[in-house]
């Protein structure tokens, strides 16, 4: 039933001076029109703390693919790029997980990727990048503070979720940024 599935959300990440911070917010909105909660956690570590992850799209989904995300981490020996072709790969094979509607960032200390609904992974070419339904609005202010700030990635991250949580409706600024 259309009306149950529960989505919206935006994440953002961001590369700078050797760190990456992976922000999100905390809204998860019911049928496009009520906000079913407003804490929901979608930025976490796993992976012995190594890794961060945050995720947007329905929320099942997202947990489901989560969990096959730090099932291939725990198979690769914390290998980021390697995990994420794994599970783009399985992502396209899967009959039933090429149904989930979600998308994904991960990070480790290193590098950042996104896991879209098409199986593909995506290494942000100016260390920035975001999705959700707020994600454009994220990205647009992330790219700029990047280009004329001397912010650190967490503050960017930050800024760039409220900011985004100050346009669209599926955003709030209950936001959690987690730092590698």
């Known amino acids: 039933m259309e009306e149950n599935i529960f989505r919206g959300t935006t994440i953002c990440a961001v590369k700078r001076n050797g760190k990456i911070a ?3 917010d905390g809204q998860v909105t019911m049928s496009n029109s009520i906000i079913f909660k407003n804490n929901a956690k979608k930025v976490r ?3 012995n ?5 945050g995720f ?3 929320v099942a989904d997202a947990f489901s693919l989560s969990e096959r995300f730090e099932a291939m981490l725990n198979k690769f020996s914390g290998n980021l790029m390697r995990s994420a072709v794994e599970l783009a790969q399985t992502w396209r094979d899967d009959k039933a997980m090429r149904k989930l509607e979600a998308m994904m960032i991960v990070a480790d200390k290193n590098q950042i990727l996104l896991l879209d609904g098409t199986g593909d992974v995506i290494e942000p070419q100016d260390d920035v990048c975001a999705i959700g339904s707020g994600g454009n ?6 790219r700029a503070l990047v280009q004329n700030t001397d912010y650190t990635a967490k503050e960017i991250a930050y800024k760039s979720l409220k900011i985004a949580s100050e346009i669209c409706v599926f955003t709030n600024d209950n936001i959690i940024v987690e730092e590698l």
């Open 22 to 24: 992976v922000a999100g």
């Open 45 to 47: 570590r796993i992976y």
């Open 137 to 142: 609005y994220a990205l647009a202010a992330a």
């Open 49 to 53: 703390n190594s890794v961060v992850i």
């Open 56 to 58: 947007a799209g329905s």
